[in-house]
Each structure stands twice: as structure tokens, then as C-alpha cells.
């Protein structure tokens, strides 16, 4: 268990607190095992009040990174316990004597009366029932959990399939943007003033007809003309001969 006070919750008075407590059942010798965890060296050196944990267990011991608590700088009763957080793991530097202390009856008071439904099942006659129930529970929720992720899937490709369709749209709106941009230039340049009234179409079309490229199609025209001109002078000067 974490955090555990040495009395009832109620209880005015300031209370000692276990960062963690261990307990091995036993009639003959039972064991209580408390840990105090440091995250920094200042957090050790500040703290005065750890001493009182020891009448609360049998075992003590201090947890931190390692190297963070030198052994020498504790009594030789209180263990040491290094964490190395790059494995995660825990090695003792140095074990925790045992101690014959008289359990304290408020701790016990306070793990019955608030700590004891967080670790047992009250709807579970044996622990057999439990383990079994809790595996039936653990296949329920695999299945439950492979269901949803196949429906998050699912539902993926349905979004991913929408924002292709978009992304399309997109780009033939991009294209359809440019060709207007051009058409507006063009109209632009030819002094189309009709552009946004009903009949620019026309407009457009008169002024294309009146602009430079008529001189390209009238050269066209003329020449196709004086072609057939001398076309129709051949013609009639063979007819004079036969």
C-alpha cells in the first residue's frame, strides 16, 4: 500500500505517513516493511521527521535514485534501495534489519477502516473466484478493446477516403480559379467593362472580333480571296480557248 498514515483519518493530531508499506502475513512472525522514497538530495537532507517511521514497522528502508543516499549516512538498521530509472529497476544496496517492534494498533486501524476495500473484492468468497472472474473480465475487455479498434479503423478510412475527396475539389477548384484569373486578365486587356454584368459574354466576343487578331483574320480572308480570284481568272481564260 502507498501513503499510509500511522491512525485514523478523523484523528486532529498530525499523523506520520508511509510512502509505502509491505506486509507479510504471518501468524508466527509477521512483517511489516516501510519505505520513505526521496526524489532529491534536499528532500533527504530537510527531512527530520523520518526517525518516527521506525516504530511502525519491522523493517525500514529508504528508496531513491541511485547514489542519490550514500549507505554510511544512514543507520545501520535502515536499508537502501537504488532506483536506476533508465532500466527501471530496483537494486538493494543495503538490506533493512529486522527489528521487533510492537505493531502499532491505529495503522492497523487505519488500513481496515480505509485502505482494505481498495485490495479485496467483498463479492468473492475465495481468491479463486477472483483470479477467475478477473480473467474472464480480462478477455471480455480484449475483446471489447479489438472491437473498438477495428471500428476506429474503420472509421479512419471512411475520414480518409472524405479528405481525398476534398483534397480533389480542391485542386480542381485551384485550376478552376486559374483559368478565370486568366479569362479576367484577357478581359481585362481588351477593355472588356462588362465583366460582371449579364452580357460580357457578348462583350467579350464583339471585342475579340474588333481586336488585333481581326487584322490576323482579315490577312487570312484576303488572302483567301485573291487565291480564288486568280482561281476564277484561270478558269475563265481556259474556257476562252477551248
Not at 147 to 170: C, F, N
Not at 186 to 196: I, K, M, R, S
Not at 215 to 226: M, N
Request: net charge neutral; with cysteine; proline share 4%.
Amino acid at each position: 500500500m502507498t501513503e499510509v498514515k500511522d491512525g485514523p483519518t478523523q484523528s486532529v493530531r498530525h499523523h506520520l505517513k508511509l510512502d509505502g508499506l509491505a506486509i507479510r502475513k504471518s501468524w508466527s512472525k509477521p512483517l511489516l516493511s516501510g519505505y520513505e522514497v526521496k526524489v532529491s538530495r534536499s528532500d533527504f537532507l530537510r527531512d527530520d521527521k523520518w526517525m518516527g517511521y521506525l516504530p511502525l514497522c519491522h523493517e525500514f528502508s529508504f528508496v531513491c535514485p541511485a547514489g542519490l543516499i550514500k549507505p554510511e549516512e544512514l543507520p545501520e538498521q535502515v536499508g537502501l534501495i537504488y532506483y536506476n530509472p533508465d532500466k527501471e529497476t530496483l537494486q538493494t544496496k543495503r538490506k533493512a534489519v529486522y527489528r521487533l517492534v510492537e505493531i502499532p494498533a491505529n495503522m492497523l486501524m487505519y488500513i481496515i477502516m480505509n485502505r482494505l476495500d481498495n485490495d479485496r473484492h467483498p463479492f468473492f468468497s475465495d481468491q479463486r473466484e477472483q483470479i477467475e472472474a478477473y480473467i474472464k473480465d480480462k478477455a471480455n475487455r480484449h475483446h471489447l478493446s479489438e472491437t473498438y479498434k477495428h471500428k476506429i479503423a474503420a472509421r479512419l478510412d471512411e475520414l480518409e477516403k472524405e479528405a481525398s475527396e476534398i483534397r480533389r475539389k480542391h485542386e480542381r477548384f485551384d485550376q478552376t480559379q486559374a483559368v478565370y484569373d486568366r479569362l479576367r486578365k484577357l478581359a481585362d486587356q481588351v477593355g472588356c467593362h462588362g465583366w460582371f454584368s449579364d452580357k460580357w459574354v457578348d462583350e467579350l466576343e464583339e471585342m475579340v472580333l474588333s481586336s488585333a487578331v481581326s487584322k490576323e483574320i482579315q490577312y487570312a480572308v484576303d488572302s483567301v480571296e485573291r487565291s480564288v480570284t486568280r482561281l476564277r481568272e484561270a478558269v475563265g481564260a481556259k474556257a476562252v480557248e477551248l
